[in-house]
């Protein structure tokens, strides 16, 4: 299996800023994928990061919002941009190993 | 109606209780996914499934393919195994998962 970092584990942002969520990977990984949880609800897909190449964001999620870096095969960054209370959420990042997906243990995101 | 469905959708129990958790799905899949998720955030992949049934120490998951239902078994519940469980399915070639919307699960003591 894969073991998966995040940082940082929790932050309180004031509307109007950017955070930048980085995932570690501690082996060579193709495929990353980026989550968001709100309160409450189960885990909606944001985007597919593949080295080497653009993200591809699901529908409802854009590029200028939620811009994803992905320089490596064990490292990704999830920017969220020109935040609102709404954007309160769990960020989790995964990653595709063997034929099932490991996950990071979240970013707890709020808000004001 | 969700591709992916659970019951129920929250369950308190008694330490010791014996404990199912139901998920149908109604696409078709390669594996169906079992997943753990504790109060912190961080989720644990539990089971993935294709057939059959699997077991792990006081955990159990079967599948049924022709009738698209999936149960996890919970023995001699422990306070400890208060989470949510969610289960999700996936397609051949794509380790894109379907979520379904969880089970809160709290043990009592």
């Known amino acids: 299996s894969a073991v998966i970092s995040q940082k940082p584990s929790r932050d309180i942002c004031q509307r109007g800023t950017s955070l930048t969520i980085q995932c570690q990977v501690d082996?060579?990984?193709?495929?990353m994928f980026w989550y968001r949880q709100q309160p409450g609800q189960s885990l909606t897909l944001i985007a597919t990061a593949n080295q080497g190449s653009e993200a591809t964001y699901e529908s409802g999620f854009v590029i200028d919002k939620f811009p994803i870096s992905r320089p490596n095969l064990t490292f990704s960054t999830l920017t969220v941009s020109n935040m609102s209370p709404e954007d309160s959420s769990i960020y989790l990042c995964?990653?595709?190993?063997?034929?099932?997906?490991?996950f990071g243990p979240g970013t707890r995101l709020l808000v004001l | 109606k969700n591709e992916v469905e659970q019951s129920p959708q929250n369950l308190t129990a008694q330490e010791g209780e014996f404990i199912t958790i139901n998920c149908s799905y109604s696409v078709g899949i390669s594996a169906l996914h079992w997943l753990q998720q504790h109060p912190g955030g961080g989720i644990v992949s539990l089971f993935m499934l294709s057939s059959g049934k699997k077991k792990h120490g006081r955990l159990i998951a079967t599948i049924n393919i022709q009738e698209k239902h999936s149960s996890l078994h919970i023995t001699a519940s422990h306070p400890r195994d208060s989470a949510v469980y969610i289960c999700a399915v996936s397609s051949s070639g794509t380790y894109k998962y379907i979520f379904g919307t969880g089970t809160r699960l709290k043990v009592l003591a």
């Open positions: 082996s060579q990984v193709t495929m």
């Open positions: 995964s990653v595709g190993w063997g034929e099932t997906q490991y």
